[in-house]
């Protein structure tokens, strides 16, 4: 695989560009927006993307920034795509571009390219949508985990507390406290049997505050 080429600029085409790499000429295929920025006699860096074709010669496409290359690899992955489309693609709208269509899933922009007809254009949009987002798309982040939900048993326990006079806070710690090493009562899920055990806890509870205080007067 060839990722990037750097060298002299031999010749400048129409879309094509040919780079002294070590002696070694090699054509390499641009965008407009690439070919813009080379000119002959001067070095350039391209990075590059090698496309193996069955029955012809291989060919190298060049591309002035690792966005373009993305967007173009990408982009062979939808059927019925070749190079030269994704490069068609590339020299009509851009990189930018490109992942604001898809991201809009508006296929009428594809159409624009020559080659391109709406069904085309939809497929692209269809294969590619999530694969290229735009480039200044915020990160999602993960979902915080969801809280574990109550048992069914502590909710009607903690109203029928609630619906005899304790607030909702003083409700679910008696009933922490009322079951301390009563783990089995818990799981049993008994609402009635819960809900006298607590009574009973709150009921000695005051009990042994009334208490107290007589001893302290």
Request: no cysteine; glycine share 10%.
């Amino acid at each position: 695989m060839i990722a990037a080429v750097r060298g002299e600029v031999l010749h400048k085409g129409l879309s094509t560009v040919v780079v002294d790499v070590h002696g070694l000429g090699l054509e390499v295929q641009v965008t407009p927006l690439t070919l813009s920025g080379l000119h002959t006699g001067r070095e350039a860096t391209l990075a590059t993307s090698y496309v193996a074709r069955k029955d012809d010669s291989p060919l190298l496409f060049g591309f002035a920034d690792t966005q373009e290359k993305e967007v173009f690899e990408t982009m062979l992955g939808v059927s019925g795509v070749g190079p030269r489309t994704a490069l068609a693609v590339l020299a009509t709208l851009g990189p930018d571009d490109v992942r604001a269509a898809i991201a809009s899933g508006d296929p009428k922009a594809f159409t624009a390219v020559p080659g391109i007809g709406p069904k085309g254009a939809k497929r692209i949009v269809l294969e590619l949508a999530d694969k290229l987002v735009p480039a200044d798309a915020p990160q999602t982040s993960s979902p915080s985990p969801a809280e574990p939900a109550l048992p069914v048993w502590r909710i009607q326990v903690t109203e029928a507390l609630v619906g005899l006079g304790w607030n909702e806070k003083d409700a679910s710690q008696a009933i922490d406290d009322a079951l301390v090493g009563s783990e089995e009562l818990a799981e049993s899920g008994d609402v009635a049997v819960i809900l006298r055990t607590v009574l009973a806890w709150l009921g000695a509870r005051a009990s042994t505050a009334a208490g107290e205080r007589d001893r302290g007067r």
